[in-house]
């Protein structure tokens, strides 16, 4: 089970990790929660930018906002990319980068995508 500090610390990178290399058969709990996580930090990261987007006025349809979200992400996944292909790109950054895992696992989150899905404009 997870601990952290009651007033919402950011979870750390080894703290994600060691709920993410969990499997169903060894740590059904850790490996659930990490699922969640990963559902969190992906709705989390789309309601933000939309608010961004929103709030600018800038995106006026779908494509508009679609691209702004790329822009301020920093990251150009496909469409049709699934959680758990996120999950795996996710927690194979973090044990390639075993000395970046006392950041934040949301900041790592987005290296993690920017390595995996670079935008075109950012190469």
Not at 24 to 44: D, H, Q, S
Not at 72 to 101: H, W
Request: aromatic share 8%; with cysteine.
């Amino acid at each position: 089970m997870l601990n952290t500090p009651a007033q919402g610390s950011p979870l750390s990178g080894n703290q994600v990790y060691e709920l993410c290399t969990a499997t169903m058969a060894t740590n059904p709990e850790n490996a659930l929660m990490c699922r969640g996580y990963m559902f969190g930090i992906i709705e989390g990261l789309n309601l933000g930018l939309l608010m961004v987007i929103v709030k600018s006025g800038e995106a006026k349809d779908y494509q508009e906002t679609h691209d702004a979200y790329s822009e301020l992400s920093g990251y150009c996944a496909p469409d049709d990319v699934t959680t758990k292909q996120l999950e795996d790109i996710f927690v194979g950054y973090m044990a390639a980068n075993p000395a970046e895992r006392h950041l934040p696992a949301s900041s790592l989150f987005l290296f993690s995508m920017r390595s995996a899905f670079p935008c075109s404009h950012n190469q």
